[in-house]
């Protein structure tokens, strides 16, 4: 399965991008720029809650209703 953000969600992805959970961040990855972030989820304000179809967690925007 593959999940793609809807347009509305453009500034969620920017919110995570170039960061990583792995500390220390590995030298290839620091190289261009990623920075170690704990709460990567937190980060985006995102929150996770079960899948409707999947077992997988799902997301969902803490700024958008549910």
Same mark, same amino acid.
């Given at each position: 399965?593959?999940?793609?953000?809807?347009? #509305?969600?453009? *500034?969620?992805?920017? $919110?995570?991008? &170039?960061?990583?959970?792995?500390?220390?961040?590995?030298?290839?990855? %620091?190289?261009?720029?990623?920075? #170690?972030?704990? *709460?990567?989820?937190? $980060?985006?304000? &995102?929150?996770?809650?079960?899948?409707?179809?999947?077992?997988?967690? %799902?997301?969902?925007?803490?700024?958008?209703?549910?």
């Amino acid at each position: 399965m593959i999940n793609l953000p809807a347009s #509305h969600q453009v *500034d969620v992805v920017y $919110r995570m991008a &170039l960061t990583t959970g792995r500390f220390p961040v590995p030298a290839d990855n %620091a190289a261009v720029g990623y920075r #170690h972030e704990a *709460d990567k989820m937190g $980060r985006a304000e &995102l929150h996770s809650r079960p899948g409707d179809t999947v077992r997988a967690l %799902a997301t969902r925007s803490s700024s958008r209703p549910g």
